[in-house]
């Protein structure tokens, strides 16, 4: 539901949403970017990148080898939402 509304609310902005696009090079004012084959330069005053997400479980290996007992919870396991971190930890919590 939150995706919905701000495509409706960028669409009404008038912002210009661009998918499948490499950001090359920002400069103060402008960016050059690369849509498939044709590189793009663009002007504004704020630039907002919606790239993704991926869980980074880094921590998490270095923490195993140190700790007797570990309850992996939110975005090192798998990306989404904060909700789903809260009840994650609360499970994590009551197995404590």
Do not use: Y
């Amino acid at each position: 539901t939150t995706r919905v509304l701000l495509l409706e609310r960028l669409a009404g902005a008038n912002i210009t949403t661009l998918l499948s696009t490499k950001v090359e090079e920002i400069r103060e004012g402008r960016v050059r970017a690369r849509n498939q084959d044709k590189e793009l330069w663009m002007e504004g005053e704020t630039i907002v990148l919606a790239l993704g997400s991926r869980a980074n479980q880094e921590v998490l290996k270095n923490l195993q080898r140190k700790v007797p007992q570990l309850l992996p919870v939110g975005d090192c396991l798998q990306p989404r939402r904060a909700k789903e971190a809260i009840h994650e930890g609360f499970l994590a919590a009551l197995r404590i």
